[in-house]
Every structure is written in C-alpha cells, then in structure tokens.
C-alpha cells in the first residue's frame, strides 16, 4: 500500500447498496488516502503528455480532497426474498460541481478528459476500441447537453490516475486533465474499495473538490455547492468487458454511467428483484445503479438530471 502526499481524506459519501456490507471506504483506501507528507512511490512514467491543461503546480496548491466514490455494480443474482425492492435512489442535488472558468483549472471554458491505457488483462477489445468506445460516451453526454458543454480530449496514450497512484497500482500522481478514464485495473484495486468490491463493482469515479488554505472546501462562484477539482473512473478487469450490446460487459454503456457520475449526477430509480433473482429498474435509466444490460444511449430522465446541473454553465 502506497501512503498518499499531499491529499486528505474529507468524506466519502457513499451510495448505499443492499449487497455492500458497508457504506464506508474500507480502512485499506482511508488510510491511504489519509496518510499526508509521505513520500510516493510506484509511479509510472506519464512520457510527454501535455500538461499545460492542468500544471501540476497548480494541482498541489490548491489542495484537491477526495471527496467520494460512487460505483456501479453488476448484476448479482442472489437468494432474496420475492420482489424484495434494493434500490430507491432518488435524484439529488450535486455536492460538488465545476466551475465556469475556474481559474484552478487554467480558467479553460471546456471541460478536458483523458483515457488511460492501463490494461491488466487482455480481454479480447483493442485499446483503440476501447478509446473509441469511451469517446463515444463522452460524445453523447455533450450532445445532449442543453447548455454549451464541450468536451476536449487530451490525447495521451499514457498510465493516469491519481487514486492508483496512490494505492499502489500505477497511475500518476496528478491529474491530467478534469474527466479522467484511468483505465482497467485488477480486482486488488476495487476490494480496497470495498469489502469484496472486486466481484461486484464494475467501475467507480471519484469526485475530487478544492480545499483552501483554511482547510475547508471552496466555493469561489458562490453557488452553495463546492467546486469540483477533478473526477477519474477505474473499471474492473476482473470482469469480461466486450464491445458489444448483447454480450456482458458493454464498454460503451459502463462508460455511459460512469461519465454521469463525472458530471455530477447521482444515482436513481427504484430497483426491484424479480422471483428470478433477475433486478429490474423504474424508470429504466442510464443512471441505475446496477447494470441490467447495455444502454448506450441517454434516457429522458438522465437528460432532464443533466440539464437540471449544467444549464448555467458557460453562461
Ligand atoms: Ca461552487
Ligand atoms: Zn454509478
């Protein structure tokens, strides 16, 4: 385990589920991510990416706290009771958002992403399927978009991820770029996660917010919610990921869900289990947080949730 520099754990709010045993970062993560002035090691080599789009001067200095994780599970079928209800996520005001030219973030009026190249395991897709899987995620959350989104990739084919850089799987200890997809790591990562989150979480993103010198998160635009230095989401490679819609694991649709996340939305819907062990979700929605097959395309209510966030940016 790889103690972390210069990041404090803050809080991590947790999505509750009825098959996590706790609804806490494990004591493996926390302390990892609690344990500042230590010296990081493990580090890839990031090679020359461009990192005029986040220097990483200004990364240190303005102090961005981990401040959660939200993940998507798979579908698990178990011996529960008959139509017993798991899920009643309701959609809730963001905690964190970006801000309009934050100057923190190079005063930029687009949102930048990068996609990692970390692979574990070669599960049959090329990286450049991968990328293009990813990209088209992104894509259709600034299409849909109904105020002035835009997405600017940095193209890298490089090891990121801050929280891996951090734990002991790689990655890189500053963020490239706002949207980080840091790539596939091993099981390892996400049972330090949570309990046994290695067979059941599919993909996580953490939300990251500026701290002040105080000490306490910041708020610069005055908007009540504190601002969002970076997000970054790892996917399991303990799981058979596939480029395809009718095959488990769908690339494209996990992607779709996570990049939600980096966009502040949360989960919801009601999520029911059938007799079957099957779940079902109402209203069905990219945004569930369990996947029960492949969407890869938004539905009317992850629109609506989109557009309740971001109608006032770039404004
Ligand atoms: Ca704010
Ligand atoms: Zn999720």
Redesign the pocket.
Known sequence: MKPLSTLLLASASW?LFSCAKKDELSDHLADALSSPGKQVSGVNKPGDLDYTVMPASAFSKHHPVLLKA???RCQKRGNNDNATILYNDKKTKPDAEFVTRDPRRGGRRVITYAIGNAYTRDFGVSKQAVNNAIDRAMNNWSESSCSRLIFKKVTNEESIGYVASQIGFGGWPTNIADLQHAGFLPRGFFDALTPDGGSFVL?V?FTFVYFGDDGLPTDIDHNGVNDVAFRETYYNDNFNWRNSQNTDYDIESVAL??T??ALGLS?FGTGYQLRNGDIRFRPRAV?N?VYVGSMRHLQREDKSFQCSIWNDWNQ
């Open positions: 999505m939200e993940y998507m993909a993103t869900h996570e939600g996340h989960h945004m947080a």
